[in-house]
């Protein structure tokens, strides 16, 4: 079954940094805007940003776009998500998605979807 592998979780302090890569297998997702979504425990996905096909646009959550940024190595078929000074309130399962539609519905509609990896941040 193809799907992203998202990889670079761990348990951290607050006031760390932390960079996920989200990797896809084959050319099933060349071309594709991709997402970064998080489920904190006991709560709902969110979105967290999405990035444009090129790489050249990305978009954020208001509540992170002061401290993610998203990036994408296309020759590697990788993005990344640099989180810096985590807090507590960033624990969460972290997950990757391709974005079948387009760049501005990325929030929205997605298909393939990775296993997540889980960021653990300690006060």
């Known amino acids: 079954q193809v799907q992203l592998v998202e990889s670079g979780g761990g348990l951290v302090q607050a006031g760390d940094s932390l960079r996920l890569s989200c990797t896809a297998p084959?050319?099933?997702?060349?071309?594709?805007?991709r997402a970064w979504f998080r489920q904190p425990p006991g709560k709902e996905r969110e979105f967290v940003g999405a990035?444009?096909?090129?790489?050249?646009?990305?978009k954020y959550a208001d509540s992170v776009k002061d401290r993610f940024t998203i990036s994408r190595d296309i020759a590697k078929n990788t993005i990344y998500l640099q989180i810096s000074t985590l807090s507590p309130e960033d624990t969460a399962l972290y997950y990757c998605?391709?974005?079948?539609?387009?760049?501005?519905?990325?929030?929205?509609?997605?298909?393939?979807w990775g296993q997540g990896t889980q960021v653990t941040v300690s006060s």
């Open positions: 998605a391709r974005c079948p539609q387009g760049y501005e519905i990325c929030p929205t509609v997605n298909d393939y």
């Open positions: 084959g050319r099933t997702f060349v071309g594709y805007s």
């Open positions: 990035i444009s096909a090129s790489g050249a646009t990305t």
